[in-house]
DNA sequence: GTCTATACAAAGATAGAC
DNA sequence: GTCTATCTTTGTATAGAC
């Protein structure tokens, strides 16, 4: 994909925002911190965006697409692309938690929104309500490996609820907190051994 | 404990701030809304609070106590006072999310304050570190009964860890999920049956 | 596409009267 | 203990020049 002048502008714009929405989430980010961030001033960012709203907007989309690559890069771990290849959960949540543990602004930016959409003023209520609904089902979509009589619907829902509290806890103490060993410790209770053994 | 007027007065603003705290988060809260949630005038609340950093110390400090009032009851579901009794972990759990389902405003208020505490700039950034580091040894000094060879340690992580995530699911739609329902779901995951059947 | 200038509201906080 | 009045800074947003 070939990268226009103005694209890569809102992109700056949109990794600027998620930095900043991290830090202190929608209420605490303001658009003079962004204009400096990227070298305007504040109208010339509105010239962007719009208003506040449509910077929320910009920085999801592109949020959206770069959730999409990880995706990807989860079930290009598995070593597995054919659809219809039985997969290892486990596997592919620790390759997520990899992946994760790369980009701590996007957990940081996922983790406050995340918290603040509980309430239904927050601009991204609908965001995250639509994302609870869908999460689990998504990945229920694919064929599984486990081991007889697992509750697959709701080990995949304690896991995403765990991920989601692991990365807040690892977030609170980056240097001290290793994500990667926390899931592991994580996983050992959620995907107890022997049972788990040879679905690892 | 007898309390007198100005305890409160005191008691009102840190419930209109817990409450502002779970809708907004410590940068979408302001004098403003707490003093006309109180009837007074901002320079009134100020009289109190001194400035906005004490009226989160005041708040925490509440919150802190309420918290206690709640490991008690979650003590008294086990129906065991005893110091040295033996404690059923699964039940102890449920006992706090029981607890707490009745609480969504200091469940809101805690969770977003959680996530902003990700940021070292946040008032509570020192707050919910510590808390991190204390919440599981703390509750591995009571006595738990669990399976041969259970890691205790990592079990009561995970537990909390999912309890957060769980917790924020349950706010994003409250209407439409029951925080028990959620639990008990998540309990049979970390708590496999057979292993745990004699120790729920 | 980006700026200066500006409008207007609301934030945190203080002085000082009652 | 609570108010009015006020200060200063910062917020979102617009108009209009270049």
Do not use: C
């Not at 996922?110 to 994302?131: D, K, M, W």
């Amino acid at each position: 994909m070939a990268q226009s002048g103005e694209n890569n502008q809102i992109e700056r714009i949109a990794q600027a925002t998620a930095h900043a929405l991290g830090r202190r989430g929608y209420y605490g980010t303001t658009l003079q911190q962004i204009a400096d961030a990227v070298g305007l001033t504040k109208p010339g960012l509105l010239h962007y965006v719009g208003n506040k709203q449509g910077l929320m907007q910009l920085t999801l989309e592109w949020y959206d697409s770069s959730v999409k690559v990880s995706i990807v890069l989860a079930q290009y771990r598995t070593r597995e692309q054919d659809p219809h290849a039985i997969y290892s959960m486990p596997s592919a949540l620790r390759g997520i938690v990899q992946f994760n543990a790369l980009r701590p602004d996007h957990v940081r930016m996922f983790s406050i929104l995340n918290a603040e959409a509980i309430s239904a003023e927050s601009p991204f209520h609908e965001y995250f309500q639509n994302r609870d609904r869908t999460l689990v089902r998504d990945f229920l979509n694919y064929r599984w490996k486990a081991p007889e009589g697992t509750d697959l619907a709701a080990v995949l829902s304690t896991a995403f609820n765990a991920m989601d509290g692991v990365q807040i806890r690892w977030l609170h103490d980056p240097r001290h907190t290793d994500l990667n060993a926390l899931w592991r410790q994580t996983e050992r209770t959620i995907f107890p051994l022997p049972q788990w053994e040879p679905y690892m």
